[in-house]
């Protein structure tokens, strides 16, 4: 649905409405974080200082040493410990979440939907479990607040052209998709939530919602038991394997694999997502600019007379020059992704990554592991588990 679609649709008393006047008025933002426990996440702090509409009132975070250095660095003068008292005494607008360790996610959302925070910015992964996120956006729903995620890379205007590429059959028939973490010292399980999860939001922008999987995930070239089960960093939860393999069913009935393998990646050539067809393939390497590249030609077949090339792909089209000015820095800070919030406030409507796509992507995730659990099965959404599958072994 389009934003004109998006307008046409809404009530004709919201022109006179008080979100109209609104318009005219500066958001209020109030950004929390934790120093030594995920910080301020990448940037979800000095985005909203990129944008006029808004303006950061104030900053919550426990370390004391922490939230000193944040106040000047976003020259903001109230500073507090303690983030339930920051929203209770200063009732933003806008809650922006930093912290990456994300067992404070659940309490930090529902805190701000409490204070009646119009809309909410938070760093992924979401949250821990479906029963996290199944609890967030009841409150959420009931409250009217819109949460968006920070998988950054779905806010990319290049999307939709891409899409009408593989539309138009450029690629001709869509055959599979492939995504890979960055297989460092994190590949596996956690490579997987911290991630994959970016991937998995992509690869339903073009392929729709998940439908089933089949996993498997290893340690050390074994399959994991709950022997090796063990708190698993950034606040992740229950968490094991070094080595994931996962198959997804998508609604368009392409499939998705995902696989990471501790150490596997280079630096060079690591963390993004193809769009493989039998005439040529879509390339995404994730936070880079241009974020996508396009080969021509039957990857099935080697024995070709010239040499192929890989053509950038931007909002101008194929191997054409970028005409939107700093793009890639605009969706690298959130600038597109705090615009986007704000257009959906006022235009009340959900925001472009919302809660419930946040919750897909957390589903994703525990199928890979409900799957293990079920010997490799092939597990349907949506999954009756709702707690971590790791938890059950």
């Known amino acids: 649905m389009n934003r004109r679609h998006l307008l046409a649709s809404?009530?004709?008393?919201?022109?006179a409405s008080s979100f109209a006047a609104a318009a005219d008025s500066k958001l209020r933002v109030a950004v929390i974080g934790h120093t030594g426990r995920g910080n301020f996440g990448h940037g979800l702090d000095t985005l909203w200082l990129k944008i006029p509409a808004v303006e950061i009132v104030a900053v919550a975070d426990a370390d004391d040493k922490g939230l000193k250095a944040e106040l000047k660095k976003l020259a903001v003068e109230k500073g507090f410990a303690d983030y339930r008292a920051m929203l209770s005494e200063v009732k933003p607008d806008i809650v922006a979440i930093g912290p990456r360790h994300i067992d404070q996610h659940r309490d930090m959302l529902l805190a701000a939907i409490q204070a009646g925070a119009r809309g909410i910015y938070i760093e992924k992964p979401f949250c821990r479990s479906l029963a996290e996120a199944d609890e967030i956006i009841a409150a959420a729903e009931k409250a009217g607040t819109k949460i968006a995620i920070a998988h950054r890379n779905r806010y990319h205007p290049v999307l939709p052209v891409i899409a009408k590429l593989i539309q138009d059959g450029v690629i001709g028939r869509v055959l599979e998709m492939r995504g890979r973490g960055k297989?460092?010292?994190?590949g596996g399980s956690l490579d997987l939530w911290v991630l994959g999860t970016h991937l998995f939001n992509l690869a339903t922008y073009f392929g729709g919602a998940p439908q089933?999987?089949?996993a498997v995930v290893m340690q050390d070239g074994k399959p994991i038991t709950k022997t090796d089960v063990k708190e698993g960093d950034e606040g992740i939860g229950a968490l094991a394997g070094n080595e994931v393999h996962a198959r997804f069913e998508l609604a368009n009935g392409v499939p998705m694999f995902f696989d990471s393998v501790q150490s596997a990646g280079t630096k060079e050539a690591g963390f993004g997502l193809q769009i493989i067809g039998t005439k040529g393939v879509i390339d995404f390497r994730i936070d880079k600019e241009?974020?996508?590249h396009i080969c021509l030609g039957s990857p099935f077949n080697p024995a070709v007379k010239e040499p192929r090339q890989w053509q950038p792909i931007t909002t101008g089209g194929v191997n054409k020059p970028e005409p939107?000015?700093?793009?890639g820095a605009q969706v690298a800070s959130h600038e597109t992704a705090g615009l986007d919030l704000i257009a959906a406030i006022r235009e009340n409507r959900a925001p472009l990554i919302d809660a419930k796509q946040g919750?897909?992507?957390?589903?994703?995730?525990s199928a890979i592991f409900e799957?293990?659990?079920m010997n490799g099965q092939r597990v349907t959404f949506p999954l009756k588990t709702r707690v971590n599958p790791l938890t059950l072994l």
């Open 212 to 214: 089933a999987c089949s």
């Open 324 to 327: 939107i000015a700093n793009l």
């Open 10 to 15: 809404l009530p004709a008393v919201f022109a």
């Open 371 to 373: 799957s293990h659990r």
């Open 183 to 186: 297989e460092d010292t994190r």
């Open 359 to 365: 919750r897909e992507t957390i589903e994703m995730v």
């Open 290 to 292: 241009p974020v996508a």
